[in-house]
């Protein structure tokens, strides 16, 4: 690929589910924030040129420091976001370089993404335009009315559990984020500011390992994940 991809992580939400003091993207992993194991994990990929990295404004100064701590050496801009993910979104596509054309969006706290599968969306995104990774349901999912009475179950097969990262073309997604903005819709993927645009979104498949760490039981399963799952991938 030569076009130049950059990448956002956004990590400047409060982690109010995680119920810890500290925000859940700065705990500790084998030893590390898992801010810094979602950061490795684009840092280390050869096609990416640019990583914008989005948190709270008290903890830019902190995060600037990983840059040199942990030696990441594509993170060009620490920045502070937004009331909403989407506004912390959009504040890192502004502040990516001007020559970045394609563009994925990932969660600070989404630090188990496999190498093929972010290596898949970005292919697919180049092909279709905009592509996010996701894996099917495997419960089954009731909509469900105010008073607690069910009032349909869509059909399982599909259903899909949306995943980060979610990649695009970024004049698209840039694009799908200030139409979003004029007409103050706000969305819990970027997916769906892209749709809104009556474009077609790819689905592509990754795996159960790629959490987005939200609640206290997500703790265990993550230290699980790290011992038994991703050193077998970097091997
Ligand atoms: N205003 C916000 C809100 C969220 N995020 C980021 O978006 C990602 C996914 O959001 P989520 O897991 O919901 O994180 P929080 O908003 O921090 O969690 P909670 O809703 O429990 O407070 C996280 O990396 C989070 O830091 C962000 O950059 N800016
Ligand atoms: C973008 C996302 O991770 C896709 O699953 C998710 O929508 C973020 O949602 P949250 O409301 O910030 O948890």
């Known amino acids: 690929m030569t076009d130049k991809l ?5 990590a400047a939400g409060r982690g109010s589910r995680m119920r810890t003091q500290e925000s859940k993207q700065y705990l500790l992993l084998d030893g590390k924030p898992i801010l810094v194991h979602t950061l490795e994990l684009f840092d280390r990929l050869e096609a990416v040129s640019d990583i914008v990295l989005v948190t709270g404004t ?11 701590t942990y030696r990441l050496r594509k993170v060009k801009r620490v920045i502070p ?6 506004d912390s979104v959009y504040q890192g596509l502004l502040a990516l370089d001007g020559e970045v054309r ?11 993404a496999a190498r093929e599968h972010i290596a898949a969306c970005l292919d697919k995104a180049i092909e279709t335009e905009a592509a996010v990774l996701a894996v099917p349901v495997k419960d089954t999912i009731k909509i469900v009315d105010g008073e607690g009475l069910i009032q349909a179950t869509p059909d399982r097969r599909s259903l899909w559990a949306i995943q980060t990262p979610q990649a695009f073309r970024f004049s698209l997604l840039r694009d799908a984020h200030e139409r979003a903005r004029e007409e103050g819709f706000v969305g819990t993927d970027d997916a769906m500011l892209v749709e809104r645009l009556g474009v077609r979104v790819a689905v592509v498949e990754a795996d159960y390992y790629n959490i987005k760490i939200t609640t206290p039981e997500d703790l265990p399963w ?4 790290i011992r038994h799952v991703r050193g077998e991938r970097e091997s």
């Open 102 to 112: 394609w563009v994925m969006v990932h969660d600070g706290v989404r630090p188990f």
């Open 6 to 10: 950059g990448v956002v992580v956004v």
């Open 222 to 225: 993550a230290e699980w994940i």
């Open 81 to 86: 976001g937004g009331k909403e993910r989407q």
């Open 58 to 68: 008290d903890d830019v100064e902190r995060c600037r420091g990983y840059i040199e």
